[in-house]
């Protein structure tokens, strides 16, 4: 089956530059509690920290971009129009906290479709780095799945946050920062940023 293309929720005009530095967010497990197949906006809780994160990011200049698999709609869990608005009450949730989400890629697929966009593969953040002139060492991703970590280095990036239950004591995964917390990839940004100035 042939990739089509993803759906993108708002694309304001004008934001595209050479300079330009995405933070990418996977949406179930990192936005909002990984509740299995979120399908209703009842079901959306969003993570502890998830505004704050995104509120420090744009103050570093990060624009912010949610790349989500959706397989819920290949398997008929729910249909492309409920997570639309399952993504616009998402978003109006980030306005409210005075935060724009520049984009929303998602995966449909399953897969047994074989698509190129399926995380582990890397066609969500391919599109958006080339939808907005961005270069990939220029960015950011966070996800809560070793196969979000694989997609985003197939892609180019190599600044990566691994988001884990902290009941889970794994501890590393390559290529990837390991974090219990939103707010301690805060800290830990800070504190590299910190040392690229010294
Ligand atoms: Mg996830
Ligand atoms: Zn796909």
Same mark, same amino acid.
């Given at each position: ?23 990418? /967010?996977?949406? &179930? ?6 509740? +299995? ?23 570093? &200049?990060?624009?912010?971009? %949610? ?41 449909? +697929? ?13 066609? /969500? ?18 996800? &809560? ?26 501890? +590393?995964?390559?290529?990837? %920062?390991?974090?219990?917390?939103? &707010?301690?990839?805060?800290?830990? +940004? ?9």
């Amino acid at each position: 089956m042939k990739c089509t293309a993803p759906f993108q929720t708002t694309i304001p005009e004008g934001v595209k530059s050479e300079m330009s530095k995405i933070l990418f /967010l996977d949406r &179930d497990g990192v936005v909002n509690i990984d509740k +299995h197949f979120v399908s209703r906006v009842e079901d959306i809780v969003f993570v502890e920290g998830i505004f704050q994160l995104c509120k420090y990011f744009e103050e570093h &200049d990060y624009q912010i971009v %949610i790349a989500t698999n959706q397989s819920g709609i290949a398997r008929g869990l729910f249909s492309e129009q409920e997570f639309q608005a399952i993504m616009s009450f998402i978003l109006e949730e980030f306005r409210r906290h005075g935060i724009v989400v520049l984009a929303c890629f998602h995966c449909p +697929h399953g897969l047994e479709d074989n698509c190129t966009c399926r995380k582990p593969m890397p066609g /969500l953040f391919t599109q958006a780095l080339r939808q907005f002139n961005t270069e990939a060492e220029n960015c950011i991703s966070i996800g &809560d799945r070793e196969r979000d970590i694989e997609a985003a280095l197939a892609a180019g990036i190599s600044q990566n946050y691994l988001l884990q239950d902290p009941q889970m004591n794994t501890g +590393h995964f390559f290529g990837s %920062i390991v974090v219990k917390s939103l &707010d301690e990839i805060v800290q830990i +940004h800070q504190r590299l940023s910190l040392e690229a100035q010294n």
